[in-house]
């Protein structure tokens, strides 16, 4: 059972706009900033955000990031077979004094 | 770029031991926190451990506490995971993590992960 709850599948035809969402608590993303990471199993995960909504050099800006409250949202616009991967959210909490993720969504490209 | 390459894995048999090694590049290592984050088959990412900059704060996930020690060696630029008591649930993908200049953030580069199989 993760801190975290994403949703565990999302899917989407090329060219649609998916939403992938995160939720957690006040002690994790309520007071502190949320990544994002892709990642295909065995390999390096990639981070796509930091700080909620920072992209580094090299993301698409296909991809977003968002926070409010307790929840944030990964959204990823014209979609492409390239996308599909496992996306995670991470927050550190500050009650447990670690870095917590979600479970993990499975991005499907139709 | 970051560049964290991660070795010491392999197969181990329950209630023996195993020493993580991950060597950093890349970026003025003494600078960040870091972490270890492990995925076992077929789960998904989990936080095992971090360290500050300078060793000063560090933190344990529950399911590895008194059981795994984490330290770093500025001076060689790389960061360790001492693994005592294994288990078959410690069976994981161990990826090292550069975090943020703060303690109490979020990794951003991982390296490719050393694989650890503990089983008899």
């Known amino acids: 059972q993760s801190v975290l709850t994403q949703p565990p599948s999302a899917s989407g035809t090329p060219g649609q706009r998916v939403t992938i969402s995160c939720s957690g608590s006040t002690s994790n993303i309520g007071i502190n900033s949320v990544n994002w990471y892709q990642h295909l199993p065995g390999t390096a995960p990639k981070l796509l955000f930091y700080n909620n909504n920072e992209r580094p050099s090299g993301v698409p800006d296909r991809f977003s990031g968002s926070k409010s409250g307790t929840s944030a949202s990964l959204a990823i616009s014209g979609l492409q077979s390239e996308d599909e991967a496992d996306y995670y959210c991470?927050?550190?909490?500050?009650?447990?004094?670690?870095?917590?993720f979600g479970g993990g969504t499975k991005l499907t490209v139709l | 770029e970051a560049q964290l390459v991660e070795s010491g894995g392999g197969l181990v048999q329950p209630g023996r031991s195993l020493r993580l090694s991950c060597a950093a590049s890349g970026f003025t290592f003494d600078d960040y926190a870091m972490h270890w984050v492990r995925q076992a088959p077929g789960r998904g990412l989990e936080w095992v451990s971090g360290i500050s900059w300078n060793s000063g704060r560090i933190g344990y996930a529950d399911s590895v506490k008194g059981r795994f020690t984490i330290s770093r060696d500025n001076a060689k630029n790389s960061l360790y995971l001492q693994m005592n008591s294994l288990t078959p649930e410690d069976t994981a993908l161990y990826h090292c993590a550069k975090g943020g200049r703060g303690f109490g953030e979020s990794p951003h580069q991982w390296g490719q992960g050393t694989l650890v199989t503990v089983s008899s």
């Open positions: 991470a927050a550190w909490d500050d009650s447990l004094t670690g870095v917590v």
